[in-house]
Structures are given as C-alpha cells and as structure tokens.
C-alpha cells in the first residue's frame, strides 16, 4: 500500500513538472513570436503609410482639392518654403487652391518611411516635381509625419522646399522709392 502511495505522489509530481514545462515551453514560444509580429505589423503600418502618400500625391495630381485636403489631420501644420506656417483646415485649402490653380502638374514619391514603434506616427520624406502653367518647372524635396487616427493615416505635418536656386527679390531695394 505505501507503495501504492509513493507511486501515485510519483506519478502527480512527474505530471505537474510535465505542466510546468509544457507551459514553459508555450509561454517561451509565445515571447519569441512577439518580436516576429511586432515586425510584421511595422511592416504593414509601413505599406499603409505608403500606399496613403502615394494615393494623395494622385489626387493632388488630378488636382481634386477637397481629396487633397482630406489627407490633412484637423490639427495639421504645413510649412511651405517662404512663407508663414499654415495651421488651420481652411488655411491649408486656400493654400492647395492656390498651388492647383498656378499648377499644370504636381506628384511626389517617398523615398523613406520610418514607423514609431508604437505604430500611430510615421515620417515620410521623398522627393516632388511640378509644372507650373506658365512652364515652369521646380522639383525638392518634403518631409511628412502623420499619425494614426483609429485606422486612418493623416498628415499631421508637412514641409517641403525647392531644390532649385532662390531667386531674388523681385521688389525693389528698400530706399529705391520711384522719384514723383
């Protein structure tokens, strides 16, 4: 009977160590799954950013303003070259009206993404070109953050700037009034 006894207790304890590692072993499969999809979901973060920017740079090329403007989050800044920072949603679209009236052809490509590791922020840069009506041509370079909202990427901020020489002033210097 105390055999009996000791082989039972026996028999217990080999099942609860097999417990213990089975759970060790699940829980050790797991961690090393994190990492794998916290990479896979940077990845997917990345597409979803890119492909967004591609998109919007395609509207602004059909010169679609109120689609233009949809890629802006409420609180977005844009800083364009030479000029103050925009800062309001009406702001931003008097300054897209502005551009797609003067312009025969804009597109842009992204040439960097980086993702927060948290997964609601990302910065884009790349590079733009544009056709003004007049024949004009410029091309530079921008930089974007955009953030999460639930499961849509908006621009929060934007900046961009030529790459082609600054042209000078074309007012008079100060001083050089017209004589009456």
């Known amino acids: 009977m105390a055999q009996c ?9 080999e099942s609860r160590l ?3 590692m089975k759970t060790k072993f699940i ?7 994190i990492p794998i999809t916290v990479a896979f ?3 997917a973060e990345e597409k979803a950013v890119r492909d967004a920017d591609a998109e919007w740079s395609k509207v602004a090329g059909a010169k679609d303003l109120d689609k233009t403007v949809a890629f802006y989050a409420d609180d977005a800044v844009v800083m364009p070259p030479n000029q ?8 931003i679209r008097n300054l ?3 551009f797609l009236d003067i312009l025969q052809d804009i597109s ?9 590791k948290s997964g609601d922020m990302a910065f884009l840069t790349g590079t733009y070109e544009m056709t003004m009506k007049d024949g004009t041509k410029d091309h530079g370079k921008y930089c974007e953050v955009w953030e999460k909202k639930g499961s ?3 621009v929060g901020i934007d900046m961009f700037s030529s790459d082609l020489p600054a042209q000078p002033a074309s007012s008079p210097a100060p001083g050089a009034a017209e004589k009456k």
Request: proline content about 0%.
């Open 5 to 13: 006894r000791e082989r039972s207790l026996d028999d217990n304890s």
């Open 84 to 91: 103050a920072a925009v800062t309001t949603k009406d702001g």
């Open 96 to 98: 897209w009206k502005g």
């Open 41 to 43: 979901a940077a990845g």
């Open 27 to 33: 829980l050790s499969v797991c961690l090393a799954l």
């Open 152 to 154: 849509t990427w908006k």
């Open 108 to 116: 842009w490509k992204t040439t960097r993404v980086e993702v927060a």
């Open 18 to 20: 097999d417990d213990g």
